[in-house]
Every structure is written in C-alpha cells, then in structure tokens.
C-alpha cells in the first residue's frame, strides 16, 4: 500500500523555468515531508522538509508548500538549472519514513 | 559530522551466491539503522531498520537478512542470491524515533549489486 504518491514519473523543463514536482500522500497522521533529490549511483540528498504546522517552506531556489486538507505537496524550483536534474522523492515521517516512487526531473539547456 | 559508509559500491554475483553489504555510521551514537532497495524504475523500499544492537525489523518477506553486531555497524546479507535480489540497495541512518519527529534520513552511497 503506496501512502506516499508520485504520479509523474518524469518532468522536463526549460533552464530558467519554474519546476513544480508533486506529491501525494494517503495518511493524515503524518505530520512531517521531505524531499530528496538522488543523482544516479548515488544516494539520496536531504533536500528541503516542511511540518504539517506549515504551509510554506522556502530554501533559496527550493520552496515546498504544504496542503494537508488535499493531502497535498509540491516542490518548486525557481529558475531550474542544469544540475537540478536528477529523480526526486518525496517522503512523509511518521514512526517511520515512508517514500514515493519518485519524478525524474531533466531541466534542458 | 556524521558520516556514513556503505560498501561495497559495486557488485556482480552469480544466482545462488552469499551476499555480504556492510554500512557503518561515524560521529553518532546509537542511531536508527535502515536498509533500502530501488528496484530498477521504482522508488525506496525499506526492508529493515533497527534501533538498537540486536533489534532488527524486517518490512519486507524476503531472500534478505539484517544484522546489527555493533552499534553503529549494520549488515546486509543473503545466504543464496536469487535475480530478483539486483538492485541499488541504500544504508541510513537517522537520530531519533517518535511519534512526531522531525529527523531526517542521511543515506549512504550505495551498492548496485547485479545477480547473473
């Protein structure tokens, strides 16, 4: 049973644009998000987190935001760059951290 | 700082063979231990964790097994590979264990280990 949902399992955008992944989760119970980002051969990289006491969390050119009515979050990245491209995760913590199947995102020059 | 090393980075066995993956953690103490596999094309599947020496939960029925001999010292092993065991299996650890926690999962470089 997938709890955490990432229904598009790629994304491209244009260098500069504004990239928006998204992510879906089932349980409301869960009260803290996160995001990694997984070059290939590599583990993965916190990062950027937001608690269900937030809507909005902003990190330079990183910003997640937070609709726990929807069950709802997304990750945006403004402006995309070449070396944002990698696949992301999102992921929910609640007495265990539970990941989604993940966006690969190509942001192209 | 904390560091995590997980070895090793590659390997090819042949169907049948033992498996021995090994992660260690430096710079804390008493962490929360993890091992995840992604599957080719698919996400993060945690297959065990452990909170403590000895204290192994496994998420996933399986060809797998986990040991924690040491504190910061966590092993992944199988005694017969099947096809089904390649993958990118990933070491991680984390601080603390909670009803609301607010910790993050550090992982390890993992190994893409391919069975023949």
């Known amino acids: 049973d997938q709890q955490v949902k990432q229904n598009s399992p790629s994304l491209s955008v244009q260098e500069g644009r504004i990239s928006i992944l998204n992510c879906d989760y089932t349980?409301?119970?869960?009260?803290?998000f996160l995001w990694y980002k997984k070059y290939p051969a590599e583990g993965p990289t916190f990062l950027i987190s937001?608690?269900?006491?937030?809507d909005k969390n902003e990190d330079g050119r990183f910003t997640v935001f937070l609709n726990k009515s929807a069950k709802h979050l997304s990750l945006h990245i403004v402006p995309s760059q070449p070396g944002d491209s990698a696949v992301y995760f999102c992921a929910a913590n609640r007495h265990q951290f539970y990941f989604g199947t993940g966006t690969s995102l190509t942001v192209i020059p | 700082s904390q560091t995590i090393h997980q070895w090793p980075a590659t390997l090819v066995q042949p169907v049948g063979s033992p498996l021995s993956l090994e992660c260690t953690v430096e710079?804390?103490?008493?962490?929360?231990l993890y091992w995840y596999r992604q599957a080719a094309g698919r996400g993060l599947q945690l297959l065990f964790y452990?909170?403590?020496?000895?204290?192994i939960s496994s998420e996933v029925p399986q060809n797998l097994s986990a040991s924690r001999p040491q504190d910061r010292q966590f092993i992944l092993s199988s005694k017969k590979l099947l096809l089904s065991d390649s993958g990118f299996y990933l070491c991680?650890?984390?601080?603390?264990?909670?009803?609301?926690?607010?910790?993050?999962?550090?992982f390890g470089s993992g190994t893409q280990l391919s069975v023949l």
């Open positions: 937001i608690s269900s006491i937030k």
């Open positions: 710079g804390t103490s008493n962490p929360n």
């Open positions: 452990s909170v403590g020496i000895g204290q």
């Open positions: 991680a650890w984390s601080v603390s264990w909670g009803p609301s926690t607010n910790e993050k999962l550090f």
């Open positions: 349980n409301s119970m869960f009260d803290y």
